[in-house]
């Protein structure tokens, strides 16, 4: 696949991409609702960490 500019995730033919868990998503029960301008670091504390990027490629029958 050549090069691009494109603000997206692009995969080769054949391959998907999926979202697991994002940023601010519950971890723990009763985790407050995700707000960028309003965390603390109680919420935090319930919620997944910014920066935590993972890649797999798995090999699925």
Same mark, same amino acid.
């Given at each position: 696949?050549?090069?691009? &500019?494109?603000?997206?995730?692009?995969?080769?033919?054949?391959? +998907?991409?999926?979202?697991?868990?994002?940023?601010?998503?519950?971890?723990?029960?009763?985790?407050? +609702?995700?707000?960028?301008?309003?965390?603390?670091?109680?919420?935090?504390? &319930?919620?997944?960490?910014?920066?935590?990027?993972?890649?797999?490629?798995?090999?699925?029958?």
């Amino acid at each position: 696949m050549a090069p691009n &500019t494109a603000d997206a995730v692009i995969v080769a033919p054949g391959y +998907e991409q999926q979202v697991v868990i994002g940023w601010g998503d519950p971890v723990l029960r009763g985790a407050p +609702e995700f707000v960028v301008g309003r965390q603390s670091a109680a919420a935090q504390a &319930t919620q997944l960490g910014y920066n935590c990027d993972y890649l797999a490629l798995m090999d699925l029958p």
